[in-house]
C-alpha cells in the first residue's frame, strides 16, 4: 500500500470515510512528527463489553522489558485498507487505524514498542481489525487517492496517529503522537467504550 496507487475503492466504501473527524476524541502525546507541506505540492451495534484491563496489567508485568528479544514474531498483521473494512463489517469489530510515515521516528518506536512486542499481538487481533496507513507525500510527493481521502476524512495532521472507528464511520476516538507504551495502553484499554459513548452521542444529535 505504501506508494501503490490502488483502484480507487467503490463508493459505498469511500462513505465510510466520512465523519471520521467529527466527533472525535483526541488524547495528545508527546512525541509527534508534524505533518508540514511538502514543495512537491445505537443503531443496535453489538459493543464488546470485555474488560480491556487485560493491556493495563500486561503493560505493569512487563514495562522494563527492552530491547525486545529476537524471539519476538513479526508482530500485528495489518490488513490492506480493502480487507481491513470488509473484516470489519463481517466481524462488527472496530478498525485500529495506524496512521504513519516512514521518515517518522516516533512511528518506528510505537511500532517497535507496540505492534511488534509478542505481549500484545493476541489481545490487538482478538479486540480490533488493524489496518496500517503509510504516508508517502514526502518520498513521492502525493499518496494513492485512497489513502489521502481517508487521511483528510481522518483529519490526520500528525504521526503517529491511531484512530478507533467503526466501519460505518459515525464517530472515532484518536491517539496522535508517541511518548510510551503505557500511554498507548491506556488509550487502547478503554477506546471501545468510549467509542460506543462517542457513537451514541452522534446517533443523538443527528436525531435533532
Not at 184 to 192: E, V
Amino acid at each position: 500500500m505504501a506508494g501503490a496507487h490502488e483502484d480507487a475503492l467503490p463508493d459505498a466504501a469511500h462513505q465510510d470515510y466520512i465523519g471520521f473527524a467529527e466527533g472525535t476524541v483526541t488524547m495528545p502525546r508527546l512525541s509527534v512528527a508534524l505533518l508540514v507541506p511538502q514543495a512537491h505540492s445505537t443503531g443496535s451495534r453489538r459493543v464488546n463489553r470485555r474488560p480491556l484491563w487485560v493491556f493495563v496489567a500486561l503493560a505493569l508485568s512487563i514495562a522494563p522489558l527492552r530491547p525486545w528479544a529476537a524471539a519476538d514474531p513479526p508482530g500485528v498483521r495489518f490488513r490492506g485498507l480493502d480487507e481491513g473494512f470488509a473484516e470489519a463489517r463481517a466481524s462488527g469489530k472496530p478498525l485500529l487505524l495506524f496512521f504513519t510515515a516512514d521518515w517518522c521516528p516516533p512511528c518506528h518506536e510505537l511500532e517497535l514498542d507496540f505492534f511488534r512486542s509478542s505481549h500484545f499481538v493476541k489481545q490487538i487481533e482478538e479486540n480490533f481489525v488493524p489496518v496500517r496507513i503509510i504516508d508517502r507525500r514526502r518520498e513521492e510527493g502525493h499518496n494513492a487517492p485512497e489513502i489521502q481521502k481517508l487521511m483528510n476524512s481522518a483529519n490526520v495532521t500528525g504521526f503517529p496517529t491511531l484512530l478507533v472507528v467503526h466501519a460505518d464511520g459515525i464517530a472515532a476516538v484518536k491517539s496522535v503522537g508517541y511518548s510510551s507504551r503505557g500511554d498507548t495502553l491506556s488509550f487502547l484499554g478503554d477506546a471501545i467504550h468510549r467509542l460506543a459513548a462517542a457513537e451514541k452521542k452522534k446517533r443523538l444529535a443527528n436525531q435533532h
